[in-house]
């Protein structure tokens, strides 16, 4: 599981991940770019996206989570799982 800790390590996961998901070159998105808005990845990718994360990080999405907020860049899904990790703790 990669840690929280360490921003650049979550960052090249999620990058890893959207690359898959998108087929295209993931190295340019920075943290706070729009995933969605974008058009990088659609709304059915970002299923799976949430799919890796909960597997990634142990956590558990509320489907009343699912926002532009909380999923829209790799800095908001950074956000959102720090918060999940804490509640649980």
């Given at each position: 599981?990669p840690?929280?800790?360490?921003?650049?390590t979550?960052?090249?996961?999620?990058?890893?991940?959207?690359?898959e998901?998108?087929?295209?070159?993931?190295?340019?998105?920075?943290?706070d770019?729009?995933?969605?808005?974008?058009?990088?990845?659609?709304?059915?990718?970002?299923?799976?996206?949430?799919?890796?994360v909960e597997?990634?990080?142990?956590?558990?999405v509320?489907?009343?989570?699912?926002?532009a907020?909380?999923?829209?860049s790799m800095?908001?899904?950074?956000?959102?799982?720090?918060?999940?990790l804490?509640?649980s703790?």
């Amino acid at each position: 599981m990669p840690s929280l800790q360490h921003s650049d390590t979550f960052f090249s996961t999620l990058r890893l991940k959207i690359q898959e998901l998108s087929g295209q070159a993931a190295a340019r998105i920075e943290p706070d770019d729009a995933l969605l808005a974008s058009g990088l990845i659609d709304s059915m990718m970002v299923l799976d996206l949430i799919a890796f994360v909960e597997a990634q990080w142990l956590i558990a999405v509320d489907p009343m989570d699912l926002s532009a907020d909380n999923f829209g860049s790799m800095r908001g899904i950074q956000r959102y799982v720090h918060d999940k990790l804490e509640a649980s703790a």
